[in-house]
């Protein structure tokens, strides 16, 4: 459990600063967090279907010598991804 954990972790440091983005101008629009979490779950969707194409399928082969397939690269991301959309929304709701 431990390595599917790290191995998605370092899956998703490449999505960090992009997420954020998103996270700030989605929130400086005033969007509800609702449609937010939507949105985010959308954009996940179609990272896991352009990663699914061949020429795109190539790069995920670091994480395929591990053992990991795509659903347990992808699921515990998205979780990673909401948790930092969550923390965003609660701290700019604070301030």
């Given amino acids: 459990m431990s390595k599917t954990l790290k191995a998605s972790f370092i899956f998703y ?6 997420s954020l983005i998103l996270n700030f101008l989605l929130i400086f629009l005033k969007i509800t967090p609702a449609v ?3 949105y985010k ?6 990272v896991f279907l352009w990663y699914q194409m061949p020429p795109r399928n190539d790069k995920l082969i670091f994480y395929y010598n591990l053992g990991l397939r795509n659903r347990s690269l992808f699921g515990p991301a998205l ?6 959309t969550a923390a965003c929304l609660s701290i700019l709701f604070i301030i």
């Avoid at 440091?13 to 992009?18: D, N, S, V």
């Avoid at 779950?41 to 179609?46: E, K, N, S, Y």
């Avoid at 979780?79 to 930092?84: G, K, V």
């Fill in 13 to 18: 440091k490449a999505y960090i600063i992009p």
């Fill in 36 to 38: 937010i979490i939507i």
């Fill in 41 to 46: 779950i959308f954009i996940a969707g179609l």
């Fill in 79 to 84: 979780i990673y991804d909401l948790i930092l």
